[in-house]
């Protein structure tokens, strides 16, 4: 499995619907992509004061690298990702791959 992680430090004038929408559409890719797990997303709590600057962020879980990749190339993702972008400063991403 791996988990692909996004961390978001959100622009301070980003638009509170747009992200909502990202997210919506970032979820309903899990029934329609081959490997696609599970899409979770919300608020970094940051309760060990290690990420203040990534106010949100969300989680994919993929069967295998196979799965991610086809998602990575996804029109639709590349459309939200575009969407996304424009609302962040920055982004972090990890791709943590388990047992």
């Known amino acids: 499995m791996i988990d ?24 309903g890719l899990v029934p329609n992509l081959e490997g696609f797990v599970s899409f979770r997303h919300g608020i970094n709590r940051d309760y060990e004061g290690r990420s203040p600057a990534y106010a949100y962020g969300f989680t994919g879980q993929f069967r295998d690298s196979l799965a991610l990749s086809v998602y990575a190339g996804d029109p639709r993702h590349l459309a939200l990702g575009a969407l996304l972008v424009a609302q962040c400063d920055d982004l972090l991403i990890a791709d943590l791959e388990s047992a």
Request: aromatic share 4%; proline share 4%.
């Open 4 to 27: 692909h992680i996004v961390l978001l430090k959100l622009k301070p004038d980003y638009d509170v619907n747009a992200l909502a929408a990202v997210m919506d559409g970032l979820a």
